[in-house]
């Protein structure tokens, strides 16, 4: 049986925060990485801090929702490193307003990256995975799901994440590949970053807070989504598919 030395992982948004952290475990354990970015220079940087520390990776710029260059930058990924066998669709924007203030094109562009990005990734990964018998993706959704004040667009981009990842565990399923979700709560990244420069709150005051309401009483690291995507696409999460994880320090209602 093949282990993650064999195998390659695709992970969009991979320049830095979560998907950053992610590729960076997955290397760790062994995997040959492709950091997709809309961020070129980021993903190279990046891409090399990851070889300096003896993996395999390399970046690739690219706007995940335009199809015919998600198509070619797969098959880059594949003549390159092999076939991709992990996928991880981190890719992410925030175009935050309240409902009567946001435009359409905020609309379209959270819509498009998340859904219509995880799409195409997904489409076009997932024939080297079938074809193999053994592959994992697991998309990036949100707490936002459950509905976030001035994230129209994003809590339903997250939430659709969710009903995407259950639909293809049960397409893809037979042919051995799993598909799950993780919805992170707070985790210091630049986007929460700005997201405390928009509401005008010093982000150390904003850190603050969420630990305060947080049961584990601190805020999420990007290695902790990490942690848990080396799981779920370990051999050993073969049975775990169509699960959507919160993780976010204790329980979400």
């Not at 040959?32 to 070129?40: F, G, I, Q, S």
């Not at 707490?143 to 969710?162: C, E, H, I, W």
């Not at 947080?214 to 799981?231: C, K, N, W, Y």
């Amino acid at each position: 049986m093949n282990g993650p030395r064999d195998r390659t992982a695709i992970v969009t948004g991979g320049a830095g925060g979560i998907g950053f952290g992610v590729a960076r475990r997955l290397a760790a354990d062994g995997f040959a990485v492709a950091l997709l970015d809309l961020d070129e220079g980021a993903g190279k940087r990046a891409a090399a801090e990851i070889e300096q520390s003896g993996g395999r990776a390399v970046a690739v710029g690219i706007d995940v929702t335009d199809e015919q260059a998600v198509q070619t930058a797969v098959e880059l990924v594949a003549e390159q490193l092999g076939a991709p066998a992990v996928l991880v669709n981190n890719a992410g924007v925030t175009r935050d307003n309240l409902l009567f203030k946001m435009s359409l094109d905020d609309w379209d562009t959270v819509m498009d990256v998340h859904l219509r990005g995880s799409f195409l990734m997904s489409r076009a990964c997932q024939r080297y995975m079938t074809a193999a018998g053994w592959g994992r993706i697991v998309n990036i959704s949100s707490t936002a799901a459950l509905g976030n004040r001035g994230q129209v667009n994003y809590s339903a981009a997250k939430a659709g994440l969710q009903g995407f990842t259950k639909t293809l565990a049960i397409e893809l399923g037979k042919f051995g590949v799993t598909a799950n979700a993780i919805a992170p709560g707070f985790i210091v990244t630049e986007m929460t970053r700005r997201t405390a420069e928009r509401m005008g709150i010093p982000f150390e005051d904003f850190v603050k807070g969420a630990a305060e309401h947080t049961p584990v009483a601190r805020v999420g690291q990007p290695a902790d989504i990490a942690h848990l995507v080396s799981f779920l696409v370990s051999d050993g999460a073969g049975f775990v598919s169509g699960q959507v994880i919160y993780a976010a320090g204790g329980p979400v209602c």
